[in-house]
């Protein structure tokens, strides 16, 4: 299995990116992908996961309202749009797979067995 993330970039407070994480090899259509930032310094730490069978979602309470995750299971891509950015937002997200649903741990890293290689996120005036 293959991650491939990407969509980062510069953005000033208040702006908008979408980013995106396209899979390959998957041998079961079940599984799930989470998103995941991590800021200079700090833990890695879950910002959403969605699961590809039901499309249940989950957020990080920092980023609920503002942030969106959604699929196309055609194109076996994932999608973060991030509204109304904050400087704190600032990180390199990472998406990751798992075998099944998101669950009640979707935040949990280590449980994600496939991972991207991160995609960088700056919120700067």
């Known amino acids: 299995v293959q991650l491939q993330a990407s969509g980062g970039g510069l953005v000033q407070p208040g702006g908008s990116l979408r980013l995106s994480c396209t899979a390959s090899?998957?041998?079961?259509?079940?599984?799930?992908i989470g998103w995941f930032r991590q800021a200079p310094g700090k833990e890695r730490t879950g910002v959403s996961c969605?699961?590809?069978?039901?499309?249940?979602?989950h957020y990080a309470d920092s980023v609920k309202g503002r942030f969106t995750i959604s699929r196309d299971n055609a194109k076996n891509t994932v999608y973060l749009q991030m509204n109304s950015l904050k400087p704190e937002d600032t990180a390199v997200y990472y998406c990751?797979?798992?075998?099944?649903?998101?669950?009640?741990?979707?935040?949990?890293?280590?449980?994600?067995?496939?991972w991207g290689q991160g995609t960088q996120v700056t919120v700067s005036s």
């Open positions: 090899g998957f041998t079961s259509g079940y599984y799930a």
């Open positions: 969605i699961s590809s069978r039901d499309g249940d979602t």
């Open positions: 990751a797979s798992d075998p099944g649903r998101c669950g009640s741990t979707w935040y949990v890293w280590r449980k994600y067995v496939y």
